[in-house]
């Protein structure tokens, strides 16, 4: 039954991995014909939509998919099949009420939080783009309901395909606003448009999926199998009580990236920079080593959605032993996936950069150095933000942020004394990011040892995969070198990294670093494993 629950909760993990992966090659392919239609002058317009918007939507939905798939999976774990149609039933109102109250603080405010921020012109992207609040409220009821259920094929899909009609829409739309001779600034909410057109196309794919025959007849049979059943005020309660620490939690985030910002500017400016100096270090900060440096933890967190009701099922039995070995599981996962991403990011910064930015080789050499401490910081990144998954299903929410209020005061803390100090400047922004998630890593493991009695063997866990990960990092190195000196250097950068992929799962193999039991976590394990074992690369 631990080896069920453990290998489904890796199924689920690995189909949201992969869906995510392929959302973000989708945007990364709208991203530059977008910039292109827009220019500058637009792009400005939309990206101060989109910060209205990711603070808006921070305090409407960002807790509401994973508080309600926590509740779905402790009633549903110990029995209270009915209570489950009755917290959806009850969610669904309430996050339609809240998500209705943003879509129309967003629609009739633009106007003030563009001149707030000294854009006036961007109000009628943010005027665009507001019904997508409402839009991803209600649809986070239906992607929690179903993660609950350990059910995540159909947040996959949505996601996949909510990014496809971004890309066609956003960019189909933007050409037709620019045909008809308008200004940037309607251009951009065309552009927009199609984001808030791609939430709907999601929203109307999950509410396929949910009224499919087999999962209609499955949610009408919730209600007949009976089960205790709450009351509406304590349901309601329950999940705003998970639901707004995870809201708590999305505002710092957003508040410490704001402080960050302005925090950066000034320090460097301290320094002497001219304006245009301290505008370029930033935008290689953000624009190249950054959008990287997010690209593991962003897949990573797709594990989270799998974790939580996984384990919330557990704790609700209290079954202690079974909720030791999940965690370990998910522990091991996390290091097995994340480790050689970020050791791959700090040896190949540099060609990895020249491969996806052909046209900014002179900004590469400045941003190198800052991906590699990025690199580094990727892994820190992945297990605080697992160790915060953990707190959750474990009902502490409001550990995980004190942990992060802590890690934010040491970025600002450090990014304030390096990034003013010379010989430093700029590259104290990612030591700043490393201490950061360290500090949360650290404070999340103390109070899973404190505060839920859990001993996980953290290190341990991670000893093996970290090795493994080392030795690909000399191997990615040396393989870089040799393959540049004979191929194009673009295709030997490609060449590389599959090489080095495939040494990593051999070395770790090799040093027993992914036993049987870890293999048939993964979906067709079985056939995987007999594989292995043919090849003498996992003991039968």
């Not at 593991?296 to 939580?308: D, H, K, Q, Y």
């Amino acid at each position: 039954m631990v080896q069920q629950r453990t290998s489904k909760m890796a199924s689920g993990a690995i189909i949201l991995i992969l869906a995510n992966m392929l959302v973000k090659l989708v945007g990364v392919i709208y991203k530059i014909p977008l910039t292109n239609i827009l220019g500058d002058e637009g792009m400005g317009y939309l990206s101060s939509a989109y910060e209205i918007y990711q603070l808006i939507l921070s305090v409407c939905a960002s807790g509401g998919a994973l508080a309600l798939s926590r509740m779905v999976a402790e009633s549903y774990a110990v029995g209270r099949f009915a209570e489950v149609c009755k917290l959806f039933r009850l969610t669904l109102v309430s996050m339609f009420v809240v998500g209705l109250l943003g879509t129309l603080l967003m629609f009739f405010g633009g106007r003030a939080f563009a001149i707030q921020i000294d854009n006036a012109p961007a109000v009628y992207s943010i005027m665009a783009l507001s019904p997508a609040v409402l839009i991803l409220s209600v649809m986070s009821v239906f992607r929690g309901y179903f993660q609950g259920l350990q059910k995540m094929t159909p947040t996959a899909i949505s996601q996949v395909f909510e990014s496809i009609v971004k890309l066609a829409a956003g960019i189909g739309i933007a050409l037709w606003v620019r045909s008809l001779g308008k200004g940037p600034e309607y251009v951009a909410a065309g552009g927009i448009f199609g984001t808030t057109l791609s939430t709907l196309a999601g929203f109307l794919v999950v509410i396929t999926i949910f009224y499919l025959p087999y999962n209609y007849r499955f949610t009408k049979s919730l209600s007949t199998r009976g089960g205790p059943v709450r009351s509406s005020g304590e349901l309601v309660f329950s999940f705003w009580k998970i639901a707004i620490p995870l809201a708590v939690g999305s505002m710092v985030v957003n508040l410490t990236g704001v402080l960050d910002l302005f925090l950066i500017y000034d320090r460097l400016s301290h320094l002497g920079l001219s304006q245009e100096a301290v505008n370029a270090a930033y935008g290689g900060y953000k624009g190249y080593a950054q959008t990287l440096f997010n690209l593991p933890p962003s897949i990573i967190a797709s594990l989270n959605m799998s974790i939580v009701p996984a384990l919330s099922a557990v704790r609700a039995k209290q079954d202690t032993k079974r909720l030791i070995h999940m965690s370990s599981r998910a522990v091991k996962l996390v290091a097995v996936l994340a480790a050689p991403c970020a050791v791959g990011l700090a040896v190949l910064a540099e060609p990895i950069q020249r491969l996806l930015f052909p046209a900014r080789l002179s900004e590469i050499a400045v941003t190198t150095p800052l991906l590699r401490i990025l690199g580094v910081a990727s892994f820190w990144v992945c297990l605080a933000s697992l160790t915060t998954a953990m707190l959750q299903s474990f009902g502490h929410m409001r550990l995980p942020i004190y942990s992060l209020m802590l890690g934010s005061l040491v970025k600002l803390s450090a990014n304030y004394v390096l990034v003013g100090t010379k010989g430093i400047g700029i590259y104290g922004a990612p030591i700043g990011t490393l201490l950061c998630y360290i500090t949360m890593f650290a404070s999340n493991m103390t109070f899973i040892k404190k505060r839920a009695n859990l001993s996980v063997r953290f290190f341990s866990l991670m000893a093996k995969p970290t090795l493994a990960s080392l030795a690909m990092g000399v191997f990615s190195a040396v393989s870089c070198w040799l393959l540049a000196a004979v191929l194009p250097e673009r295709l030997a950068t490609i060449l590389s990294i599959f090489l080095s992929a495939a040494f990593y799962g051999v070395f770790l193999l090799l040093i027993r670093g992914l036993n049987r039991d870890d293999v048939l976590l993964f979906p067709g394990g079985r056939k995987i494993a007999a594989l292995l074992t043919k090849l003498k690369l996992l003991r039968a």
